[in-house]
């Protein structure tokens, strides 16, 4: 059924209690991509334009002992969205009791306050992560509607989302809105041909996801580390490339069902090392010598790559072609980029960390219609598995 959004919501001067995801990369107390501020500002803008007392709640790194609690303070993340706001937000430095309470208390129509890193309650208990029911009370008591537009988290019913979300009336935000339309159009009402392009490292990891996409791609890319257990499972020697035996069968199941619609690689970049300065050479896929690895795709497996993606319509990716972070081993997955690049109206969506981390390395973020904020949620979201966070929302 479908989830009441932010538009839905009656926030016009009410406390408004919003998850976002605030878990961005830090490097020497500095943050060093703030995407995810920039992703959920949609969302705080429009309940600052209606009045509302915003409180956002927000997870960062995990929580563990007293010195991930010094490394993960939330307190620079309000900073920096005060700058992007282009007004004060307030911080408190507790995640309970009178404090917070105070501070929400004061709040004063169309202000923003960010609270401690949720996770801070994990210390004894693992009270946020485990979903505690008491904690999710305490929290829904503060406000008067729950939105949530963290993405990234959505696949996990922490205290925050799903916790808060059973006690206050509720909907997404315009971020998980977009990842929605995006991600959830391009799988389940896709403009065809849909393409497919599934790699990384492990088959494990994203068996799940092939078997789902098998049933609704016309054709299933296979790239990454993942190629060489099919190549495996047809017979053939992958030296040391990265293989599961133990998903051997799984592999020759899907070569059996998928029949034509499964593109594999036909040559590959061995290493004698895994290392950017490894001796290379280009194999056909029949020729691994035993000794050595595959490490990206082969110029015509790209080729091919090409060929499949010329007249796509949809495409979904995850995975890398190959081990992209180093420099002779990222030409399968800029070839992907630049046949994506190409394409005039088709729908792309890139889903996966990893993935996501690739294009923008590359240079490509711009090329597609959507990348999205959320590594495992996209994996689950591409699984055809239901997100907790989203399904504690209330229906339309
Ligand atoms: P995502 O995060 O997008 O879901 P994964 O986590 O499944 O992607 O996989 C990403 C990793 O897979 C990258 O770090 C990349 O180096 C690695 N990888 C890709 N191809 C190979 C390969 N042939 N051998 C080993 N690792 C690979
Ligand atoms: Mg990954």
């Excluded at 956002?56 to 563990?64: A, E, I, R, T, Y």
């Excluded at 017979?235 to 499964?262: C, H, N, Q, Y």
């Excluded at 020729?287 to 595959?294: F, K, L, N, Q, R």
């Excluded at 711009?366 to 997100?387: C, M, N, P, R, V």
């Amino acid at each position: 059924m479908a989830k009441k959004t932010i538009k839905d919501l009656n926030v016009q001067d009410k406390t408004v209690l919003v998850r976002v995801d605030f878990n961005v990369p830090f490097q020497d107390g500095k943050i060093t991509d703030d995407n995810r501020i920039v992703q959920a500002l949609d969302t705080i803008k429009y309940l600052i334009d209606q009045d509302s007392k915003v409180v956002l709640f927000s997870h960062l790194g995990k929580v563990k002992t007293e010195e991930d609690k010094a490394k993960n303070n939330l307190e620079p993340v309000a900073k920096r969205l005060s700058e992007l706001l282009g007004q004060e937000v307030k911080f408190s430095p507790e995640t309970r009791g009178e404090k917070l309470e105070q501070l929400v208390e004061e709040l004063a129509a169309g202000e923003v306050l960010l609270v401690q890193n949720t996770r801070y309650e994990d210390i004894d208990g693992k009270k946020e992560s485990g979903n505690d029911p008491e904690l999710g009370k305490y929290w829904a008591s503060l406000g008067d509607v729950f939105v949530n537009d963290a993405f990234g988290t959505a696949h996990r019913a922490h205290a925050s989302n799903v916790g808060i979300a059973s006690h206050l009336d509720s909907g997404v935000g315009f971020l998980i809105e977009k990842e929605l339309k995006y991600i959830g159009g391009a799988v389940d009402n896709p403009e065809r041909p849909f393409v497919a392009i599934l790699g990384g490292a492990k088959v494990s990891d994203k068996i799940n996801v092939i078997t789902n996409l098998l049933d609704k791609a016309d054709k299933i890319i296979i790239g990454g580390g993942m190629a060489y257990t099919f190549l495996k499972a047809q017979g053939k020697e992958v030296g040391k490339s990265l293989m599961e035996e133990d998903r051997i069968p799984v592999a020759k199941e899907i070569i059996e069902k998928a029949g034509d619609k499964l593109v594999l690689p036909v040559d590959v970049v061995i290493a004698d090392d895994f290392a950017p300065d490894a001796n290379t050479e280009i194999v056909s896929v029949d020729d691994i010598p035993a000794d050595w690895e595959g490490l990206d795709c082969g110029p015509k497996t790209v080729e091919q790559f090409k060929e499949v993606l010329q007249d796509a319509k949809t495409v979904v990716w995850n995975g890398p072609m190959g081990v992209f972070e180093m420099e002779a081993f990222a030409k399968g997955t800029i070839g992907v980029c630049e046949a994506i690049a190409e394409l005039e109206d088709a729908n792309t969506i890139v889903g996966g960390g990893d993935s996501a981390a690739a294009v923008a390395q590359l240079g490509y973020e711009d090329k597609f219609t959507h990348i999205s904020t959320g590594g495992g949620a996209s994996l689950q979201y591409l699984e055809g598995k239901e997100l907790p966070g989203i399904e504690a929302i209330a229906d339309k």
